[in-house]
């Protein structure tokens, strides 16, 4: 009988949401054992694979900056595949994606009013290849949002026309509502049907067939029924465009990504990494698990790595010291330096690359890439 | 009319006492209220024990100036009382001279017990009465009564010229967002700080000015309920401030030569740390929010030859100059503002043959304005500040209302909150404006967390600069 070591995935962000993934699709037990709430609800969902370049100018096709993409040893032929492999398990768990047809990236507008490159786009979120006319619809409360600004930006980047509404809030609604507030009242029958009155009043009077762009408010759960409704009865299509803290867009994926995975089998244990060896992990509590390990534990900003006041950076899940310059800018880049047989390492955690500056999911994909392929036989190998 | 140049507590503290006296008074500021030295500080309101073994004349104007501020300035002084504790390395030899000292300065003492946190070994423990002096409030404050009493008070204006006719100052030049303006003075302060040696070369009169820098810590939370400070000779890292919900370690001592506060050095973060964990051994495991310094204006007296900045007294002295009607005030600290601004308004009040006597020791600082935090919502959720708390400083620039309201100030120093208040701006003063408002004030916030940048906050200025450039979509180029 082949052994059915399951696999112990350290950190439930992207990465290692995406290592646990292409695990239970070649058939291994998984467990995901996590801290926090891993980075999703900050996210808006969207996935860049190289969006800023060296002199952070934005990108149109990351394949022509091949020299700098994260993952040096992957070609074309394997990103591609990659990237079809995220696709299909962000559609399998539940979250359409648009991406461009020429493998380059698409826009996508920031609350600022600022368009942005992104890779692969939500379907609820808007973003195309090229600007276009735009209305904009907001409403009182929704403070991230200015929409003066928001029009302002995005005339003088596209030179294209951004017409706004701005509209008064919902009987009930009170200055302490958050993006949250907003979605569970716009997921309830009561909050659609006035969503749809509110949108239909609003664009009485107008007679173009430009896209109506919203706030990203609209449900957790009914996101895309909402939408897909409203397209119906507006006559033209409704996107968000996303906030922050939270953004829904995140935490949407979020749930369903996990809810997905807890329904085919994997186990999530809420507990904290405090030893990693060859055989398994220990935990925070006391317990242990066995296994054959991936740390996709976010880096510093995960909270995989912790920097103490003498400047001396610690891997929080094996004890091991982290080389650091010291610069701050370098802080982004250090990650696990040797290829250690004992346990791999995906994400942030892995360092070598600068999400920050240049695309966070290309780095979380090319990690992850690289992780599967030196452990080819591991992976492919699957035991029923 | 009384020219004062510095909007610090000096500056504000002599505009106060003049017009008291019923002199009319301007104040100039290069910056906003406290941007210099008195923006920058511990906040304590010394009990004067830190100075018995060394400074006696300093020890006994901190008690006498602690107890009178209680009177006229107690909405923005905490009681928090203080303690003083000797590690066991210091004489017990050294311990009863400081009693003595104490008792000689007449500041009350008693045995304490130590408070939760502290170094266990340390057995001998004070309390007196240091308090904490809420900085910005108190000069807003001042500010107020003098616009109340009829004084102007013009920020954002360089002075750069000081014309005199037949040997006394006559007017005032200064450049302000309008271009050069001039002001008519019958006696000018020089209350500049760290930069009053450069007001006195105006007049080509050098001051006996040397500049000592000092850094500080900004933790999160109420680390301690009092203030606690090292029972020894005045030395660096000696003393934890607690201030509403968070807490100020410092500080150091180093001579130099820019008025400018410059970003603390990581060695001289490493070392303020070092003094702090022997104090409180779990120093390094608390949220730090940020390093920031801030520069004395010490007076050397002639004779003085001492080689570092700590053996300079933290006296202050009141100059004048071959100009007549300019007066200079340099050294100091922030326990003492009012004695020293009484000082100076005598010795103007006196050139200008005004008779009325100080009433600062008596008349108490105006009471804040009942900025009520209403249902509407808020823009800072780590600070609590809503947009109507904002309207009342309105035409302010982004980091000037940080220091009014204290926007920015939380632990997510601006990351949730910077793009809204500018989006506020932007209304008054157009995108391109706000978003240069936006970035000057992104890169003094990152400054001053990169000094410390370590634990949790390490975390946030990751977060920062993610939450930045993906969602916000804020260009990283210089360019633009």
Known sequence: ?384 | MVVVIGAGATGLGVAWDLMLRGVPVAVLDQGDLGHGTSGRFHGLLHSGARYVLTDAVAARQCQTENLRLRQVAAPYIESTGGLFAASPDVSENLVQNWLRGCHDAKIPVAPASPVQGMNAQWKRIYEVNDGVINGYQLLQALARGIRQGGGQILTHRRVVGARPMKGKIHTIVMEGPDGLEEMRADAVVNSAGPWAGQIASLWSDPLPLTLSRGIMLLFSHRQTPKVINRLDVPGDGDILVPHHHISIWGTTDTETDSPKAPTPSHAEVAHLMERGLAMFPDMGEWRVLRSFSGVRPLYRAPGNLARETRHISRDFVVLDHPLKGAFSVIGGKWTTYRLMAEQVADRVAAYLHYATPCQTGAVPLPLANAVGVGADPLLCECESVSKSQLRAFEGLSLSDLRTRTWFGMGPCQGTFCGHRVMQWRSHQIGEEAASKELAAFREERERGMCAALWGDNAVEWLLQRNIRFQSLGESQRADD
């Not at chain 1, 929409?147 to 017409?163: D, F, N, S, V």
């Not at chain 1, 969503?195 to 706030?215: I, M, N, R, S």
């Open chain 1, 1 to 384: 009988m082949p052994m059915t070591e399951p696999w112990i995935i350290v950190g439930k962000g992207p990465a290692g949401l995406l290592a646990a993934s292409l695990l239970l699709e070649q058939g291994h037990r998984v467990v995901v054992v996590a801290k926090g709430q891993g980075s999703l609800p900050l996210w808006s969902g969207a996935l860049d694979f190289y969006s800023w370049d060296t002199k952070q100018h934005p990108v149109k096709a990351p394949y022509d900056h091949a020299d700098h993409l994260p993952g040096l040893s992957l070609n074309r032929e394997q990103w591609q595949a990659g990237w079809e492999d995220w696709r299909r398990i962000l559609q399998k768990v539940g979250v359409q994606t648009q991406v461009s047809p020429d493998h380059e990236n698409l826009l996508s507008p920031t609350l600022s009013g600022v368009l942005v490159p992104r890779y692969l786009v939500p379907e609820w979120q808007y973003a195309v290849t090229d600007p276009e006319p735009v209305t904009v619809v907001s409403w009182e409360g929704i403070l991230d949002l200015d929409l003066h600004l928001w029009a302002e930006r995005y005339q003088q980047h596209t030179k294209m026309a951004a017409k706004t509404i701005q509209r008064p809030a919902p009987g009930g609604w009170t200055a302490r509502w958050t993006p949250l507030h907003w979605a569970g009242y716009l997921d309830s029958e009561s909050g659609r049907r006035w969503l749809a009155d509110d949108l239909e009043a609003a664009l009485d009077d107008t007679f173009d067939q430009c896209p109506v762009l919203v706030p990203q408010i609209i449900g957790i759960r009914h996101t895309e029924e909402i939408l897909s409704d409203l397209r119906v009865r507006l006559g033209r299509p409704v996107k968000e465009i996303p906030l922050i803290a939270p953004c829904l867009g995140g935490v949407r994926i979020a749930e369903r990504w996990k809810e997905y995975l807890l329904g085919h089998g994997v186990r999530f244990v809420a507990d904290e990494v405090v030893g990693v060896d060859g055989f398994g992990v220990q935990l925070a509590t006391g317990g242990a698990l066995s296994g054959r390990v991936v740390l996709a534990t976010g880096g510093v900003l995960g909270g995989g790595f912790r920097l103490q006041w003498d400047r001396t950076v610690i891997n929080t899940a094996t004890g091991q010291s982290i080389a650091w310059s010291g610069k701050p800018e370098d802080l982004s880049c250090i990650g696990v330096s040797d290829a250690n047989s004992l346990w791999g390492v995906v994400g942030r955690s892995a360092g070598g690359w600068d999400g920050d500056r240049h695309g966070g999911a290309g780095h979380v994909l090319g990690t992850v890439l690289a992780w599967v392929n030196a452990m080819h036989e591991e992976v492919y190998c699957a035991a029923r």
